[in-house]
């Protein structure tokens, strides 16, 4: 993975190209396309992920349905209003793309360093397992933040109960895509696809490594199936 060091913010991504190259929006002159990739998790799962991507960045790239490609970038949201109401949308926003996927061990890895910014929510499911849903805040160039629903399991799960909103965090994992249904008020029900960050280790930033200094730091990692 290319780390970028000064982020707080950068995505990897592998996987085959599975819808075609779309257009999504111009900005200052230049155009922006998207795309799903699908991406294998080792559990023969297949995440369908949304991709932006700069008409910049496409010379040379295949980027035809059943292509493999190669994206670096950062994990972005931003409101669309839709049904009368405003809907967070997330998209993976392209810094360099590739068919070069030969080099890559794991097709999908995240990290984010943002804040807390709503208390999470704990629950276990029938099944007895432990999760926590967290929005973390993570913040951008001119004074824009992402606002990126994460999903703890287990026993990160138990340690998110003690966190408090402005909480400073990083966090490494995978992002994930999950099917659901929207049932309206007319009773219509719609298939929608939800789109977070799955935990698979978790750090608290102290004051004091906020400052420079080196303390101990609460961290918990656990390993994903």
Request: include cysteine.
């Amino acid at each position: 993975m290319t780390e970028y060091t000064t982020d707080n913010n950068w995505v990897t991504l592998a996987g085959k190209v599975s819808t075609a190259l779309s257009f999504s929006h111009e900005m200052y002159g230049e155009g922006f396309y998207g795309f799903i990739l699908a991406v294998p998790r080792l559990s023969d799962y297949v995440d369908h992920l949304p991709v932006t991507v700069s008409e910049r960045l496409i010379g040379g790239v295949d980027l035809n349905v059943g292509a493999e490609v190669l994206v670096e970038g950062q994990f972005r949201s931003y409101n669309k209003f839709t049904d009368g109401a405003n809907r967070l949308v997330l998209t993976v926003f392209v810094r360099e793309i590739s068919n070069r996927t030969e080099e890559v061990h794991n097709p999908n890895q995240i990290f984010l360093s943002g804040f807390l910014c709503k208390p999470p929510v704990y629950r276990t499911t029938p099944f007895k397992r432990e999760i926590a849903d967290l929005l973390v805040a993570v913040n951008r160039a001119y004074n824009k933040s992402d606002y990126i629903p994460t999903i703890a399991w287990g026993r990160n799960a138990r340690f998110c109960q003690n966190l408090d909103v402005g909480d400073h965090l990083k966090i490494w994992g995978r992002i994930q895509s999950r099917d659901y249904q929207k049932k309206h008020p007319t009773g219509e029900v719609e298939e929608r696809v939800a789109y977070e960050v799955s935990v698979s280790k978790m750090e608290v930033v102290g004051d004091e490594e906020e400052s420079g200094e080196n303390p101990q730091q609460n961290e918990l990692d656990q390993t994903k199936q």
